[in-house]
């Protein structure tokens, strides 16, 4: 059966430092994988898109990894603020969906000061 | 830019009634909506895809029946949850689609369903 998971529920981290969370995939070829963050009471905003094709993509102090042959995807938070504590949510669209997006079950970010 | 919003944030209901939420893409055109719900501590799990005029188009398990989705326009579309119960209560999102197979996707704020 199809599965995304993160790697954990929550993941509580010193500010300042780095974060990195892990959305593994099984028994999906995905197009392109997706992370979102999510905070309480309220919709996910986008972050970042990574295609299949690509190995590494950053945005301001995020990074994202995609790995096809460990099917994995890394997320990473450099120099970590309390105001980066929310759900972060990764999904994915398999190859041939047509913008249909399968999202994982997230990871709780907590950055303490 | 890019911004969708739901109306209402938050409804109470008794059971038996019917609850309509609103989802409006606020200064863009919005080719496809999609709608998702949210347990606690869950992942959104996606229930139906709408395109503008046309009939939604149902994930498995979701009833078509018990959750209407109207798009009538290409800023606005409607999840109605007819004969709700308390297993209805959840978290509800929508989000809307600005191009023609285009990855992104702009959320709404969601609409708290409680069921009583």
């Known amino acids: 059966s199809q599965k995304i998971e993160q790697n954990s529920e929550a993941l509580n981290i010193q500010e300042g430092k780095t974060a990195t969370l892990t959305c593994n995939y099984t028994n999906y070829s995905p197009a392109y994988l997706q992370w979102y963050r999510q905070d309480p009471g309220r919709g996910p905003v986008f972050l970042l898109l990574i295609r299949e094709n690509e190995k590494e993509k950053r945005k301001e102090r995020l990074k994202v990894t995609f790995d096809t042959t460990l099917k994995q995807s890394l997320f990473h938070i450099t120099a970590s603020q309390p105001a980066d504590s929310a759900t972060y949510l990764c999904a994915l669209a398999n190859s041939g969906g047509y913008q249909k997006v399968t999202f994982g079950t997230g990871t709780k970010l907590q950055v303490i000061p | 830019g890019a911004v969708v919003s739901q109306h209402p944030s938050r409804v109470i209901c008794k059971s038996g009634t019917s609850v309509k939420i609103e989802c409006r893409s606020l200064d863009f055109q919005a080719t496809t909506m999609f709608w998702y719900r949210q347990f606690p501590k869950k992942s959104l799990m996606l229930m139906a895809t709408?395109?503008?005029?046309?009939?939604?188009?149902?994930e498995q398990g979701v009833e078509k029946d018990k959750f209407l989705i109207n798009h009538a326009s290409l800023t606005l579309s409607t999840l109605t949850v007819t004969s709700a119960h308390p297993e209805d209560s959840s978290f509800y999102i929508c989000?809307?689609?600005?191009?023609?197979?285009?990855?992104?996707?702009?959320f709404g704020p969601g609409t708290r369903l409680t069921v009583l």
């Open positions: 709408s395109n503008e005029g046309s009939k939604a188009t149902y």
């Open positions: 989000s809307a689609s600005r191009v023609v197979g285009s990855n992104e996707q702009f």
